[in-house]
């Protein structure tokens, strides 16, 4: 019908402007996140853009959802104001018919949210989380930089390097301070080189001096040196021992149905039950009253669509803590909206009155006293 392809021909352009629009914004905030993180030592300042990525894919579930949600509104809305959707009503034609057209619009999405969700989105918080793992586990050695104080893997030494020599195996004004087995020192040297020993790798320090004391006491010990080596880079990049919900595959978690499992199942499930639910929604809140501000329903949707994620997270937070089953947040939440939406699309599809709808029932009653 010419109504149903001028429809998806808006949609289309609708959607693609706000996706642009969404992906956008997520990427500048997601930057800027980032490279907080990175600047407080979570990532390697030379994978910011390869994070940054991998964070706006994990988003694009979600951002698919939001787009289809606000191209339906603004579309319908559109028609509204512009009396099409009271020559399409008037036709014979009533709301529940507008269904059918956005949802064979929208299947495609529906398709690509749920590749994402339950194939993409585990991956790409692998990752995040091996790139993160990577950097907090590299050695003392890489964690030296010139003119900055570096904190050790383990939390037990604090490096500092005035300025590199030549290269990145000598440097001079070297600074060290330990805290292990009960004793605090602090080194202190003019020069340093690293040098490969067959007990590992050192810090070979020249022409400085030690100061020892032990934790508790009040004692200093005092010692110059000509030499003093240190190792270092004794740590190795191991697998990771622990790997989060959301990093394990959909096969992975089907395979062992824990509370934490059954709640990343109820999250990527609910990514894909979402973005149908806001196809009813979208059709039942793009009516517009004249009388009110253009944008007043889409501030509505944006509120109803920020609602219904904060509870698909508290969703998921209470079954992973064993108060609600999957079956229950599956059935309570999506299943109740679903209900709602479509009792609230038929309401107008017939342009039930709450008078209206009274008399039937008083008419119903008068017709069977009994």
């Given at each position: ?327 229950q947040l599956l059935v309570g939440l999506h299943g109740s909206i679903f209900v709602l939406a479509m009792l609230v699309l038929i309401k ?23």
């Amino acid at each position: 019908m010419l109504f149903h392809s001028s429809l998806r021909k808006e949609l289309s352009r609708s959607f693609g402007a706000s996706l642009i629009v969404l992906v956008t914004v997520v990427m500048t905030m997601t930057l800027i996140r980032t490279l907080g993180l990175a600047s407080r030592g979570s990532f390697n300042p030379s994978d910011v853009f390869l994070v940054m990525g991998y964070t706006v894919l994990a988003y694009m579930p979600t951002l698919l959802t939001l787009g289809l949600f606000i191209a339906i509104i603004s579309t319908l809305s559109r028609m509204y104001r512009d009396s099409e959707m009271v020559i399409w009503l008037s036709s014979g034609q009533g709301l529940l018919s507008v269904v059918r057209p956005l949802l064979r619009f929208a299947w495609p999405v529906f398709a690509v949210v749920a590749g994402l969700a339950l194939l993409i989105l585990p991956w790409t918080n692998l990752r995040i989380e091996e790139l993160k793992n990577q950097y907090e586990k590299r050695s003392d050695l890489e964690r030296v930089e010139p003119g900055q104080f570096q904190e050790s893997a383990d939390g037990s030494r604090v490096f500092f390097v005035e300025k590199e020599a030549s290269g990145t195996q000598t440097g001079a004004n070297v600074f060290i301070a330990t805290t292990e087995k009960g004793k605090e020192t602090v080194t202190s040297a003019r020069n340093g080189r690293i040098e490969n020993l067959p007990t590992g790798r050192f810090l070979m320090l020249s022409n400085g001096q030690r100061l020892e004391r032990t934790i508790g006491s009040s004692d200093l010990k005092l010692s110059e040196f000509e030499q003093y080596g240190v190792q270092i880079g004794q740590e190795t990049l191991d697998d990771m021992n622990y790997r989060p919900a959301n990093t394990r595959t959909t096969g992975e978690l089907l395979k062992n149905l824990t509370p934490g499992h059954w709640a990343e199942l109820s999250w990527r499930l609910g990514l894909i039950l979402t973005s149908f639910n806001f196809v009813i929604i979208g059709v039942t809140v793009s009516s517009v009253n004249p009388r009110v501000a253009r944008s007043a329903n889409l501030v509505f949707a944006l509120f109803a669509f920020v609602l219904y994620y904060n509870l698909l997270s508290l969703g998921q937070n209470a079954i992973a803590t064993g108060k609600f089953s999957f079956t229950q947040l599956l059935v309570g939440l999506h299943g109740s909206i679903f209900v709602l939406a479509m009792l609230v699309l038929i309401k107008r599809h017939h342009n039930w009155q709450g008078r209206e709808m009274l008399a039937l029932l008083h008419w119903r009653r008068g017709a069977n006293p009994s």
